[in-house]
């Protein structure tokens, strides 16, 4: 067993190992959702039963995705080298303070300001993937819990919602404490690619953390 503290470059080349088999399992796992759930429709019966273990395989795909979005969090908050907010975060500053003195009853009382440690990584619209990453790494991790997330993540998720408005698959909802949007943020960042578009979602994280850490992934 080794005893003792994990080095930068250790800790990193061990990620990337990590995201390698965490992104062949959720490739595995959705194509194993998929197919359940295309074979449950197409039964001369409908099954409660078929649908129920297609639900348990997509719920599998979900945590995955979970585990690697905790992974690219973790990532960040060791290693992210802070940027100066750009020109997309100052803009959702701005709109978000507007619309709070707009909404006096609105949840956010004070002004709104993106953590200057989130600000990494590339503008998923007008969030720096740093602030995505944050987002739906506390969703993940406090799912299922009554009380609502901070605003700052459902703004993250009313923020992808409002980007990929056409994709009725992916569920944009942090309100409904009991789901999961893991495998809706690792989509929304194009992390789980197929390699259709030229780059599998493993290439492009591995993009995105060379950025987000200054060097080399």
């Given at each position: 067993?080794w005893?003792h503290?994990?080095?930068?470059?250790?800790?990193?080349?061990?990620?990337?190992?990590?995201?390698?088999?965490?992104?062949?399992?959720?490739?595995?796992?959705?194509k194993?959702?998929?197919?359940?759930?295309?074979?449950?429709?197409?039964?001369?019966?409908?099954?409660?039963?078929?649908?129920?273990?297609?639900?348990?395989?997509?719920?599998?795909?979900?945590?995955?995705?979970?585990?690697?979005?905790?992974?690219?969090?973790?990532?960040?908050?060791?290693?992210?080298?802070?940027?100066?907010?750009?020109?997309?975060?100052?803009?959702?500053?701005?709109?978000?303070?507007?619309?709070?003195?707009?909404?006096?009853?609105?949840?956010?009382?004070?002004?709104?300001?993106?953590?200057?440690?989130?600000?990494?990584?590339?503008e998923?619209?007008?969030?720096?993937?740093?602030?995505?990453v944050?987002?739906?790494?506390?969703?993940?991790?406090?799912?299922?819990?009554?009380r609502?997330?901070?605003?700052?993540?459902?703004?993250?998720?009313?923020?992808?919602?409002?980007?990929?408005?056409d994709?009725?698959?992916?569920?944009?909802?942090?309100?409904?404490?009991?789901?999961?949007?893991?495998?809706?943020?690792?989509s929304?960042?194009?992390?789980?690619?197929?390699?259709?578009?030229?780059?599998?979602?493993?290439?492009?994280?591995?993009?995105?953390?060379s950025?987000?850490?200054?060097?080399?992934?």
């Amino acid at each position: 067993m080794w005893t003792h503290s994990v080095a930068k470059e250790e800790f990193l080349a061990g990620s990337k190992v990590a995201a390698q088999i965490l992104f062949d399992a959720i490739k595995q796992q959705s194509k194993s959702s998929q197919t359940k759930a295309i074979a449950a429709l197409c039964q001369p019966t409908l099954s409660l039963d078929d649908f129920s273990a297609a639900s348990v395989e997509h719920v599998a795909c979900e945590m995955l995705a979970g585990s690697l979005i905790v992974l690219a969090y973790k990532i960040i908050d060791l290693h992210g080298v802070a940027q100066a907010k750009g020109p997309g975060a100052l803009h959702f500053e701005s709109e978000i303070n507007r619309l709070i003195r707009e909404h006096p009853d609105a949840r956010i009382k004070k002004e709104f300001k993106i953590p200057p440690r989130l600000c990494v990584g590339r503008e998923v619209g007008h969030l720096p993937l740093g602030v995505i990453v944050h987002g739906a790494r506390n969703q993940y991790c406090h799912f299922g819990e009554h009380r609502r997330l901070d605003p700052l993540n459902e703004l993250v998720f009313n923020h992808l919602q409002q980007l990929y408005a056409d994709a009725e698959w992916l569920n944009f909802d942090a309100k409904d404490g009991g789901r999961i949007l893991a495998f809706t943020a690792t989509s929304a960042l194009h992390w789980t690619a197929n390699g259709n578009d030229g780059s599998t979602g493993f290439e492009r994280f591995c993009e995105d953390m060379s950025e987000v850490i200054g060097q080399p992934y």
